[in-house]
């Protein structure tokens, strides 16, 4: 029996998962998600896609993405195909790395867009991997925070554009906006 079509409208935006088969890990070290992000950004860049938040786990990954053709399962068999034959030829491995084809949720109202771009940066933080989500390295989080270069897959303007005008005044809110949900 056929999968259902995804929704997948033009200028939708998603959050897309996917997890290691049997919840292995995906990325085994630096090197690996090095190449994931950059088969990341020659997926944003070949789809025209904008990325608003990303954060590589161990055994899985979070992505927020607008397309803007909706084409959203053909950018991500890409990319999760091409990630998968490149890990398994570097580490000797064969079969299947992801779990099932990847998940992804379309965003419905602007309250759930604000609410995933805080529990993205977080899942290190409530995975016990660090104490702040400013310390893991692999996440859209730093970037944001104009702690490190960001990535030019990146786009920052939206997601900074929800908490102030101007750059400075966004990230403050931004952070307290993450932080507030350490407390709870």
Not at 61 to 85: C, P, W
Not at 134 to 151: E, I, K, N, Q
Request: charged share 20%; net charge positive; glycine share 8%.
């Amino acid at each position: 029996m056929a999968r259902p079509a995804r929704v997948a409208p033009p200028g939708g935006v998603f959050h897309i998962t996917a997890r290691g088969n049997r919840r292995q890990e995906i990325f085994l070290d630096d090197r690996d998600r090095q190449r994931f992000l950059e088969l990341l950004g020659n997926t944003v860049s070949r789809h025209a896609w904008q990325c608003h938040g990303y954060c590589l786990m161990p055994n899985h990954f979070h992505l927020m993405v607008q397309t803007i053709e909706g084409d959203i399962s053909k950018g991500m068999r890409g990319l999760n195909g091409v990630y998968a034959q490149w890990f398994n030829r570097r580490h000797g491995y064969d079969g299947h790395l992801f779990q099932s084809r990847f998940h992804s949720v379309l965003l419905r109202s602007n309250w759930h867009l604000l609410e995933l771009s805080r529990y993205i940066v977080l899942n290190p933080v409530r995975a016990h991997l660090c104490r702040d989500p400013v310390d893991w390295r692999w996440s859209s989080y730093r970037a944001s925070m104009a702690l490190v270069p960001c990535p030019a897959f990146l786009t920052l303007d939206w997601l900074l554009g929800q908490f102030g005008v101007d750059a400075e005044s966004a990230r403050t809110a931004f952070r307290r906006f993450v932080g507030e949900a350490l407390i709870a």
